[in-house]
């Protein structure tokens, strides 16, 4: 019944369009855009002025007796989303208006409806369309018609890639650079960046700003499509946040090198009197000399079972207990002598030069 039905209408629509018309379909091509009348049945076209029932249609496939479109409007319909409809801009094609393909509109057009062709779309502006055709897809969750083009991830998309989203940000031949981004406020942090991007309301996390550089190869998912206008606000946002992560970046330096400095100023210019005993566990050390940027001491509550010389480590932080006189110093260091310690030769010098002085 139904292949009997097919040949009428092939007849009937044979019959009903004329020879220009089928010369024109048979030129007219998918990423064709063609002037077509409305096909509507008589009563509901006789409702909509005349001026207003040929309309621009964008051809996504032939069938044997009609063309499968999308419906165009020449004025842009503010209730849907960026995905839902595409701008042909006059401009690129030297027209006197500009387009908007409305993408959540598929519409049959029969030969007999075909006015004229209007305008080839280019390869960029189809891929562009390719990609919010995928999207209606994925949201609809079922198949819908579509040019069959590869995706070409770009700046201003939004992808899903490795159970996390990512909005492009920079692309070349081999590469997309994606930066973390939140559809909520995770640690509620008034810090966080707030941004919209398609009508709907993204989150960076400024403690977390994760970017990752992805390899077209890899398997990404569009998720959604930022305005031209939110895609130079972005930049905007990710500029200033490179700018602050560098500031603050500097300032960690500068802090790193005053406290180096700082250090090295108290390395250089403190000195420790000889004689000045530092708590250090249970113990007490005695201090000694500096040799290479290293203070030395002797223990001085086991010096006579365990004489030896002791490195004083972080001396700055160590507390201080008491400050010997200087021939007090003389036994423990005689002690040592006694007892072939490293850094001997130092050790004579200062018992020599404390002897005298005493």
């Known amino acids: ?28 091509k998918p990423g064709d855009m063609i002037w077509a009348k409305m096909p509507l049945k008589r009563r509901k076209l006789k409702e909509i002025l005349e001026e207003h029932r040929v309309r621009p249609y964008l051809v996504v496939r032939k069938d044997k007796n009609c063309l499968i479109c999308y419906q165009s409007s020449s004025k842009k319909n503010i209730r849907v989303s960026n995905y839902d409809e595409y701008h042909i801009k006059k401009e690129k094609y030297m027209k006197k208006r500009d387009s908007w ?21 280019n390869k960029f502006d189809l891929q562009q ?58 640690n509620m942090s008034k810090n966080n960046i707030k941004f919209i991007i398609n009508d709907r309301i993204y989150y960076i996390l400024q403690d977390e700003i994760k970017k990752e550089t992805i390899n077209r190869a890899e398997k990404l998912k ?34 790193k090198k005053e406290k180096n400095h700082s250090y090295q100023y108290i390395k ?58 200087k021939k007090d110093c003389l036994k423990y260091i005689e002690k040592l002598l006694q007892n072939n310690i490293k850094l001997t030769k130092d050790i004579k010098k200062l018992y020599k030069n404390l002897k005298i002085s005493v």
């Open 1 to 28: 019944m139904r292949e009997i039905l097919d040949i009428i209408k092939n007849i009937y629509y044979k019959i009903k369009s004329s020879k220009l018309q089928r010369e024109n379909f048979s030129r007219i």
């Open 222 to 255: 569009l998720v959604d499509i930022a305005y031209p206008e939110e895609v130079e606000i972005l930049k905007k946002i990710i500029k200033k946040s490179k700018e602050d992560k560098k500031h603050e970046k500097t300032k960690l330096l500068d802090l």
């Open 101 to 121: 393909i409305n993408l959540y509109n598929i519409i049959k057009v029969p030969i007999c409806n075909i006015e004229d062709k209007y305008i080839s779309v």
């Open 268 to 325: 250089k210019e403190k000195k420790y009197e000889i004689g000045t005993v530092f708590k250090i566990n249970k113990s007490k050390v005695l201090y000694l000399f500096e040799k290479e940027g290293k203070h030395y001491g002797v223990d001085i509550v086991y010096y006579i079972i365990a004489p030896k010389l002791i490195e004083i480590k972080n001396i700055e932080r160590k507390e201080v207990v008491e400050v010997k006189e």
């Open 129 to 186: 369309i390719e990609k919010r055709l995928e999207i209606l897809e994925f949201k609809k969750g079922k198949k819908i018609e579509k040019f069959n083009m590869p995706i070409i991830i770009d700046i201003g998309d939004v992808v899903e890639y490795k159970n996390a989203l990512y909005y492009i940000y920079a692309s070349d031949n081999v590469n997309v650079y994606g930066i973390k981004i939140y559809r909520r406020n995770l």
